[in-house]
């Protein structure tokens, strides 16, 4: 289950690899003050030659209806 790789912080969020992945990645997408928007990292094989691999897809597909992580932030234990 994605939610369960799905972790929220201030002004981020990651989404941690499955442990069979054969090119694991782990995304990290930073909300800053950037007017070009968040910036979004992989470190799998696949993203070093294309920004958006499946990793990149699969973590904004999971937080496309999440309103506000600094609120699932503060939530959270
Ligand atoms: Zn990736």
Redesign the pocket.
């Known amino acids: 289950m994605i939610e369960d790789r799905i972790e929220y912080h201030r002004n981020a969020v990651a989404l941690i690899p499955e442990p069979d992945d054969p ?5 990290i997408m930073v909300i800053g003050t950037s007017p070009l928007g968040p910036s979004l990292i ?6 070093l030659k294309n920004r958006n ?4 897809k699969a973590q904004s597909a999971a937080i496309k209806d999440t309103p506000d992580f600094d609120s699932l932030f503060r939530q959270s234990i």
Not at 23 to 27: A, E, Q, Y
Not at 53 to 56: K, L, P, S, V
């Open positions: 090119d694991p990645g782990l995304v992989c470190d799998c094989r696949k993203a691999c499946a990793h990149a």
